[in-house]
């Protein structure tokens, strides 16, 4: 039986599971299996456009411990899969349409106690879950918020929205702002580092490729060295957004 995380993004020992986009990319899913990491896989949905139609953190939001919310557009073709682990799963009450903002109930940005998001458009089940487990909804202006931030440890961020810098600065969060783009993504002309990332223990961080043609490279590696966090490459190829490596369970 899987051990869950309790606390999203934060895993605090090496995580034995992730979701990830239905069209992963071979190598880091080799990558990943080498680490003895179970993948479990979105569905396509076809309600999305394609850059983003596969992306966990746009079709799924993980609550803590074994509770998920999921987009009823994908509901039926991926609960077997989480079921199977012990997950509690929650049928979210907003269908994903193509277009922003009908398309980013589920991608909220949990940090502990606080979760920040457009909250004119978060999704009514997330809501409702927050209240019972007494985590504060915080707004922000930027709708996609947990694919624009990479969560490096409990207080320690890096972004390349301003506007959610500020607010989470205000809730004590640091934040390392970095230049926008030089991260690809199908069909767009750049992808975020939050999508492109995620913890895969409490000291290593996962990225999906190559960060060396990034214009903030040299302050990104720094900024995770001085947090005592490894770096992990899962991928020769650049840097790509997948809409996160999302950490379920130990």
Request: overall charge negative.
């Amino acid at each position: 039986m899987s051990i869950f995380i309790e606390n999203p993004n934060l895993p605090i020992d090496k995580v034995k599971t992730v979701i990830l986009d239905y069209r992963v990319d071979g190598e880091i899913l080799s990558k990943l299996l080498y680490m003895d990491i179970d993948i479990i896989k979105t569905e396509r949905c076809n309600e999305l456009y394609e850059a983003i139609n596969g992306h966990p953190d746009i079709l799924i939001h993980h609550i803590g411990g074994n509770s998920l919310v999921i987009a009823p557009n994908i509901y039926d073709k991926v609960a077997g899969r989480f079921f199977k682990k012990g997950f509690a799963l929650t049928k979210g009450a907003t269908w994903l349409q193509r277009n922003y903002p009908e398309n980013i109930a589920y991608n909220v940005l949990r940090m502990g106690k606080f979760a920040f998001h457009n909250t004119k458009y978060t999704d009514p089940e997330i809501i409702k879950l927050y209240e019972k487990y007494e985590v504060e909804l915080i707004h922000v202006n930027q709708g996609y918020t947990k694919c624009s931030v990479c969560i490096v440890d409990e207080h320690s961020v890096i972004t390349h929205d301003i506007g959610v810098a500020r607010v989470l600065e205000k809730y004590g969060i640091e934040v390392l702002i970095i230049e926008p783009g030089d991260i690809d993504i199908v069909g767009l002309d750049y992808g975020f580092i939050g999508g492109s990332s995620g913890l895969i223990s409490r000291n290593v961080i996962a990225f999906t490729g190559s960060m060396k043609e990034m214009k903030s490279y040299n302050k990104i590696v720094e900024y995770i060295a001085l947090k005592g966090i490894d770096i992990k490459i899962l991928s020769n190829k650049k840097i790509m957004d997948i809409g996160s490596i999302m950490p379920i369970s130990y």
